[in-house]
């Protein structure tokens, strides 16, 4: 007869399931820091759909998701299931797991009671149309991440999982091993062999971003395995050794540089042609340690907005950047010209289907995929697992935590298919990577996106304005609209042609227009050529916040007031400091 419950590590009879189960729990009342958040308790273990199989967890993968669960930001995932008809009041995490199967639901055919088993974290339903009409499911409205955006994750002694997430472990791999890698390493493998004519191949050169973090590490071995040289990017020597003994050809120190961050504007020639000096000095590096002058085929990236524009230039002729985070920051700024001119390709990409995730488990279980465990811990440890990662304070690689299993070590139960060298990090390395974004997000869709409230005073861009409009000609010379500027203390000089303004000359134009240029031969260009041309306009009555909207989205510091669609004056930021800081 089944026990109720059973305790932590008293691995009931196989195939006999309890009334309860010891799990991990969050709760909205206790949102906040991991170690507050995360909280024993047991509780009832869930039935399963005819789908669905309900496994044994031997060890659970750690992810920055439920750091994000626990503090209950930027979504609060109970109240978002709860609002979709979902009855309970917690979440229990967890987005990777090894275990054996207990129990398994009656259309469930590939796996059986006893099988022991990794999953893979991409939930969808079944009987969606676009999954039943052959579609790829990570574009179905109804995927969501395990243990993330769905309750029952792996920080438990059962978890609810469906049959198609269930893969074969690798048997050289014991339990903690086997559940630190499925979600990165699957990530990894749909981003580089997942995009149609640009999937990486033998003989392909790739760069990977973060060589020595949890995508890199494993974005080096699948590189590896498919024939191709990577490149990898470190931010530290002492990384070069680890990156190397997974399969890297050659390492780069990402310090050696200082061209990292957003675009400079492209008239601004000075900015542009120091940023040119570093990138191409980079793309010289990246010749060096691969011994000969190739550009990289496929670009690994997720740091996102400081090495994008990089990973752009350096990518080859026909080549693609992949990237599946921006984990220094959403904008990323891209010369169009390298883009089109050179058919570059920039792909988003966002984890993997049942198929990519079998596929690299494939590469698992020949032995050919070190799973980077750079740290394990016990059951109890799961709250400070995860704190250290809300502190930066974990170390590269992958984590993971023992739940059924009793000890570290146990569960490998035979030899590696080839010998397996485990990479070691070096001693104290922790994290100095920004907290990334939740791996899985409900973005806002084009037309039901809910208005966001903006706290707003009702001050509107006419009670700042500085009424009248300084105009000049697209034929004045450089040197008239200097002295224009100088006469009034103004920023800027509206260009107007035929009653219609046409463009802004700015502080900012004529400065461009002075570099490579003796001062004479600035003040005789005419304003129609160093012009911003269009003018960014604002009416009178639009509220002050949507104006400053305005001035960000474009990173410029004036609009032209307009008032029945004629110019009347000119608003700057200059004026909105004024008012939100005082004079
Ligand atoms: P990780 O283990 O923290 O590794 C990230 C690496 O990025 C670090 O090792 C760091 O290496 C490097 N890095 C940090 N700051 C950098 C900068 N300014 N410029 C260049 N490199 C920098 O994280 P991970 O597990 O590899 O995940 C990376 C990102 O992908 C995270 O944002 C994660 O949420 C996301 N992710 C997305 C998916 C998806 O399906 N969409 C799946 C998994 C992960 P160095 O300091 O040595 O350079």
């Known amino acids: 007869m089944a026990k109720e419950l059973y305790n932590l590590g008293e691995m009931p009879p196989l195939g006999v399931i309890p009334k309860k189960m010891h799990a991990w729990l969050i709760r909205a009342e206790r949102f906040g820091k991991p170690t507050e958040a995360f909280q024993q308790e047991v509780v009832d273990v869930p039935s399963i759909a005819d789908d669905e199989v309900l496994v044994y967890v031997m060890a659970a993968g750690i992810n920055y998701n439920n750091v994000w669960a626990g503090l209950g930001i930027p979504v609060n995932v109970i109240g978002a299931r709860n609002k979709a008809g979902e009855k309970e ?49 990570m574009y179905s409205p109804t995927f969501r991440i395990w243990g993330y955006e769905t309750n029952w994750g792996s920080f438990a002694q059962f978890t609810k999982v469906q049959a198609q997430q269930c893969m074969p472990k690798p048997k050289h791999m014991n339990w ?7 979600l990165v390493a699957a990530t990894a493998w749909r981003m580089l062999h997942g995009w149609g004519a640009n999937a990486i191949k033998k003989g392909d050169v790739a760069l990977i971003w973060g060589g020595a973090g949890g995508l890199g590490s494993m974005a080096i071995q699948i590189a590896k395995a498919a024939g191709a040289s990577s490149v990898a990017m470190v931010s530290g020597e002492d990384k070069f050794d ?7 050809k050659g390492c780069i120190n990402r310090n050696d540089f200082d061209h990292w961050g957003m675009l400079p504007h492209w008239k601004d020639n000075v900015g542009y042609a120091k940023w040119m000096k570093g990138v191409r000095a980079f793309g010289a590096k990246i010749w060096e340690v691969l011994g000969e002058k ?84 016990t059951y109890d440890e799961i709250p400070v697992a995860h704190q250290l990662m809300h502190d930066n304070k974990h170390p590269h690689g992958n984590m993971a935590v023992l739940v059924g299993a009793t000890a570290f070590g146990q569960g490998a139960s035979g030899k590696p298919p080839v010998a397996i060298s485990h990479p070691t990090l070096p001693k104290g390395d922790v994290h100095t990577t920004p907290h990334p974004y939740p791996m899985s997000e409900p973005l806002p869709s084009i037309a039901e996106a809910a208005a966001i409230t903006i706290a707003d ?45 046409v463009g802004v000359v700015s502080q900012t134009d ?74």
């Not at 979440?91 to 990777?96: R, T």
């Not at 991409?122 to 039943?132: A, L």
């Open 89 to 137: 009041d917690f979440h229990i995490g967890g987005s990777d797991a090894s275990g054996i199967v207990y129990k398994v639901g009656k259309d469930v055919t590939n796996v059986k009671v006893g099988d022991e088993v990794v999953m893979h974290c991409g939930q969808y339903s079944r009987n969606c149309e676009w999954v039943k009409n052959g579609g790829d499911p």
């Open 176 to 182: 903690e091993e086997a559940a630190a890698y499925t």
């Open 242 to 248: 680890y990156c190397m003994k997974l399969g890297a």
């Open 294 to 377: 190739r550009a990289p085929n496929i670009v690994f990236e997720h740091p996102g907005e400081t090495t994008i524009p990089t990973s752009i230039f350096v990518c080859d002729t026909g080549g693609m950047v992949v990237v599946c985070a921006g984990t220094t920051g959403y904008n990323a700024t891209v010369d169009l010209r390298y883009l089109w001119m050179r058919q570059k390709r920039l792909q988003g990409s966002h984890f993997a289907n049942t198929e990519q995730s079998n596929q690299m488990n494939e590469l698992a279980l020949r032995g050919l995929l070190d799973p980077c465990l750079s740290r394990a811990f």
């Open 457 to 501: 005073d009702g001050t509107q861009v006419k009670d700042l304005m500085h009424r009248g409009i300084i105009a000049c000609t697209p034929g004045d010379t450089v040197g008239q609209v200097a002295k224009t500027m100088v006469d009034h203390e103004i920023h800027a000089v509206v260009v107007m042609d035929g009653g219609l303004a």
């Open 510 to 583: 004529m400065v461009l227009a002075r570099q490579g240029r003796t001062s004479e031969e600035a003040r005789a260009m005419r304003a129609g050529d160093i012009m911003t041309p269009g003018c960014a306009t604002c009416d009178a009555h639009m509220l002050l916040s949507d104006a400053v909207s305005l001035m960000t989205g474009r990173r410029m510091h004036r609009l032209v007031v307009t008032e029945n669609s004629q110019p009347v004056g000119v608003i700057s930021m200059t004026d909105v400091v004024r008012k939100i800081i005082g004079e």
